[in-house]
Structures are given as C-alpha cells and as structure tokens.
Nanobody
Framework: QVQLVESGGGLVQAGGSLRLSCAAS????????MGWFRQAPGKERESVAV????????YYADSVKGRFTISRDNTKNTVYLQMNSLKPEDTAVYYC????????????????WGQGTQVTVSS
C-alpha cells in the first residue's frame, strides 16, 4: 500500500511563506507522478501543482503560478510545495497525492492520497 504523510501546514499571515512536505512510503518513488491538491470549506477540491516522475515537468494552477513551487527528491521519497506570497484565499486543507503513471493535472487521475495538512492564511 502506498502511504503519504503531509506536514508543514500551519497559520501564517498574508504575504508569508510555508513549505509543505509529503513523505511517501512506496516501492519505487520515481514511478509515481506526484501532486498537491487543496480543498477549502464549501469548495470543491482543486489541483494546485503536479510534478512529473523525473521532476523535470512541473505544472501549476493559474492561481498559484509564480508563488508556489513544487519539487521532489527521488532519493528521499519526498515531494515539497514551497508556498510564497500567501493569500487568504490559499486557506485550505492541502493534500499530497500520487499517481502510478505519467503527468496528469486532474485530481481524479490520482490513486493515492494523504490525510491532508491545514494551511490557514490570515489577513
């Protein structure tokens, strides 16, 4: 079973930064496309950022482009989301997800999910 554990969430002022981490317990981490998704109260889950298996192709939602950076370390089985210039509308539970296969942006393409970590941005 693939297990994903997010960490790094918390409360931050608008304009601040947070770095989320996702530790993956998998057989061969580099076989999985990894992504970050979020869900705010009363809203549908949305894609935030994904990164290809070899880490050479990142893709971002327009709402976070230029502010967030997704990266992965295949030697540590870990994916990161560096979040800068945070806005109150970034407040959500952030989920790490994995897909056994190539790059995809739709959350429905992802097979395995973590429990989520809360990010709250105050104004």
């Amino acid at each position: 079973q693939v297990q994903l554990v997010e960490s790094g969430g918390g409360l931050v002022q608008a304009g601040g930064s947070l770095r989320l981490s996702c530790a993956a317990s998998v057989g061969i981490f580099s076989l999985y496309t990894m992504g970050w998704f979020r869900q705010a109260p009363g809203k549908e889950r949305e894609s935030v950022a994904v990164v290809s298996r070899s880490a050479d192709i990142p893709y971002y939602a327009d709402s976070v482009k230029g502010r967030f950076t997704i990266s992965r370390d295949n030697t540590k089985n870990t994916v990161y989301l560096q979040m800068n210039s945070l806005k109150p509308e970034d407040t959500a539970v952030y989920y790490c997800a994995a897909r056994l296969g190539g790059l995809a942006f739709n959350s429905n393409e992802y097979n395995y999910w973590g429990q989520g970590t809360q990010v709250t941005v105050s104004s």
